[in-house]
C-alpha cells in the first residue's frame, strides 16, 4: 500500500468515527432532553394532581377562584353569591308592584358541586388529557356554571298568591244563604297570569343574577267567569230534615240538618229575564228540625280543643264588622270529614247585610273598604283550627304586616277569590263558640280529645327581613308530656313592610 493510499484510509475511518460519535451524541442528547421534559412533566402533574389549590384562571359564576383551596373557594362563591340575591324582584302590573324573594322558594346554587368539579380538573388521572386540560385552562380561563335549585311548589303557590291580589282577578259566581234565601252573585271578566311564563321570568332572572334594579311585567290574559250550573247549585243546597241526637256509649253527636229545598225552575227564570243582574236571590223552603245541638247543649262537646284570642281597637264601624262574621260562626258544628268554608259560612260582606267601611289591605297599601276588619275573624279562626289540630286546606296570609297577629299567623279571605277553608280532620264533631267582646276576638273549639292527644301550638321563623320584605316560616308542634314529638312546617309567607 502506498503512503497516499494510507493517508486516505485513514482519513475515511477518521470521518466514520467523527459522524457515528456525532450521531451517538445527538441521540444521548435527545435521549436526556426527553427523559429531563418526562421528568419535568410528570413532576409538574404531580405536583398539580397532589395540589390543595384550585388551577389559575378558574371561574364559578364569573367569580374568580384561582390558587384557592376548596374550602376558601366555596366561602368566597357563596359569600358573592348570597349578596347578589339579597336584592328582590320586582314584578309590575299597572299601578301595582310586588316582590319576589329567592329566600321564598328556596332559591340557591350547588357550589359546593362546582368547586368539586373545579378542583377536580387536570386530576381525573390520564396524563395526556390532564396536561391538554391544564394548559387550555391556563391559557382560556374556564366559567363554571353551578346548578341552580328551588322549590317548584313554594314558588307557584306564591305566584298563585300574587294571582289572588291581582285588582282585576276573575270573579267566579258564588252562592250563600242568608236567612231564608239563596243568594247568587254573578261571575266577572278578569285577568289571569301566564304563571308559566312568569315562573320561568324568575328562574331565568336569578339564574342569571342580572336583575337588580329591574321591573318585570307580569304576563297575563283575559279568563271568563264559568257558566252557572244551577242543578249542581241544588244539589249541593237541597238537604232532608235530620233532627240532632248523641250518644255517650260510644261518645258519638248526631248534628240535626235543616230540610232546605229551592226551585231550580225559578231561579233559571230570573237569571234568563235579566241575564246581567250583579245578584240574583231566591226563596228557600226551609223545614225546622224538632231537635238541634242547642237543645242537647255542651254536654254533647265535652272538651274545649284549641283557643285562641286576638285584640281588637274599638272602632264602631270595624267592631260591628267583626261582631257579623263572629256571630255567622258561632255555634257551627263540623262533623267529622267535612270542610269548614269561611266564605260559605259567613256569606258575601255587604251593605245589606249591616256591613260598614273600615281599614282594609288593597294591594300593599292600607284604604278603607266594606267590611274592613273581617280578616281578623278569619285570622283568629285559623290559629284556633290549627291549635285544635285540624287539617288547614286553603289560607294566604296579608300582602302587608297585620296588626292583630304575628307575622306567619294570619289568614285574608276576600269574597269570590280568598277563602279560609279547614277539614274537620278528628274522628268526633266539632263545635266553635266565637266571641267578639271587651277589645277580644276569641274563637274556642270543643269536641272530644283522643286517649294520646298532642299539646300543639304554633312557631314562626323569619328567614330574612330587609328595610322592604320579611319572608317568614309558619311551624306546628306536637308535644307530649311536654316533650316535642314532632314539628311540621306549615307554609312560607312574604310581606310588604
Not at 299597572?94 to 329566600?103: A, G, K
Not at 358541586?113 to 396536561?131: C, M, Q, R
Not at 284549641?306 to 270595624?318: D, F, P
Not at 291549635?387 to 296579608?398: G, I, K, P, Q
Request: aromatic share 12%; charged share 25%; glycine share 4%.
Amino acid at each position: 500500500m502506498s503512503n497516499n493510499e494510507e493517508v486516505f484510509s485513514s482519513r475515511g475511518i477518521s470521518k466514520i468515527i467523527s459522524k457515528n460519535n456525532i450521531i451517538f451524541i445527538y441521540t444521548l442528547l435527545v435521549a436526556i432532553t426527553t427523559i429531563i421534559v418526562i421528568a419535568t412533566i410528570l413532576a409538574f402533574y404531580f405536583k398539580i394532581k397532589n395540589s390543595d389549590l384550585l388551577l389559575n384562571n378558574i371561574y364559578i359564576k364569573g367569580i374568580e377562584v384561582s390558587n384557592l383551596t376548596k374550602k376558601e373557594a366555596i366561602s368566597k362563591v357563596k359569600k358573592e353569591l348570597n349578596e347578589k340575591m339579597q336584592n328582590h324582584i320586582v314584578l309590575k302590573y299597572n299601578n301595582y308592584q310586588f316582590y319576589v324573594e329567592p329566600e321564598q322558594f328556596e332559591a340557591k346554587f350547588d357550589v359546593e358541586s362546582a368547586v368539586e368539579y373545579a378542583y377536580n380538573l387536570s386530576k381525573s388521572g390520564n396524563i395526556i388529557n390532564d396536561t391538554k386540560q391544564y394548559f387550555n385552562v391556563i391559557f382560556n380561563g374556564i366559567n363554571i356554571e353551578p346548578k341552580f335549585s328551588y322549590d317548584k311548589d313554594e314558588l307557584e303557590f306564591y305566584l298563585q298568591g300574587i294571582q289572588e291580589e291581582l285588582p282585576d282577578q276573575v270573579k267566579q259566581s258564588s252562592y250563600y244563604i242568608e236567612d231564608d234565601s239563596l243568594i247568587l252573585t254573578a261571575g266577572k271578566t278578569g285577568e289571569n297570569i301566564y304563571l308559566d311564563k312568569l315562573e320561568n321570568i324568575i328562574v331565568d332572572e336569578i339564574t342569571n343574577l342580572d336583575y337588580e334594579n329591574s321591573i318585570y311585567e307580569i304576563p297575563t290574559y283575559t279568563v271568563y267567569p264559568e257558566l252557572v250550573d244551577i242543578q249542581k247549585i241544588h244539589d249541593e243546597v237541597y238537604t232532608e230534615m235530620e233532627n240532632a241526637y248523641f250518644t255517650k256509649d260510644p261518645y258519638m253527636i248526631y248534628v240535626e240538618k235543616e230540610g232546605v229545598d229551592f226551585s231550580v225552575e225559578e231561579l233559571e227564570n230570573k237569571i234568563n229575564e235579566n241575564p246581567y243582574e250583579e245578584e240574583y236571590k231566591v226563596a228557600l223552603s226551609i223545614t225546622k228540625p224538632e231537635v238541634t245541638i242547642d237543645d242537647i247543649g255542651i254536654d254533647a262537646f265535652p272538651d274545649q280543643l284549641s283557643t285562641y284570642a286576638t285584640k281588637y281597637v274599638n272602632n264602631a264601624n270595624r267592631t260591628t264588622n267583626l261582631r257579623l262574621a263572629a256571630a255567622k260562626i258561632n255555634s257551627k258544628v263540623i262533623m267529622p270529614g267535612e270542610t269548614f268554608s269561611f266564605n260559605k259560612v259567613v256569606g258575601e260582606r255587604t251593605v245589606s247585610a249591616g256591613y260598614k267601611n273600615a281599614a282594609i289591605f288593597v294591594n300593599g297599601s292600607v284604604e278603607d273598604g266594606l267590611a274592613g276588619g273581617i280578616c281578623q275573624i278569619s285570622t283568629t279562626l285559623y290559629n284556633a283550627a290549627n291549635l285544635a289540630d285540624l287539617e288547614v286546606t286553603e289560607r294566604r296570609n296579608h300582602s302587608l304586616l297585620a296588626s292583630y297577629a304575628e307575622p306567619g299567623r294570619d289568614a285574608t279571605v276576600v269574597w269570590g277569590s280568598s277563602d279560609l277553608k279547614f277539614q274537620n280532620s278528628r274522628n268526633y264533631p266539632i263545635k266553635i263558640l266565637f266571641t267578639v267582646s271587651d277589645g277580644l276576638a276569641r274563637c274556642s273549639i270543643y269536641g272530644l280529645k283522643n286517649e294520646n292527644e298532642y299539646d300543639v301550638s304554633l312557631e314562626t321563623v323569619t328567614v330574612k327581613k330587609t328595610s322592604t320584605t320579611m319572608v317568614v316560616d309558619a311551624y306546628k308542634v306536637y308535644k307530649q308530656n311536654g316533650v316535642v314529638v314532632k314539628k311540621e312546617k306549615l307554609h312560607r309567607d312574604t310581606y310588604k313592610i
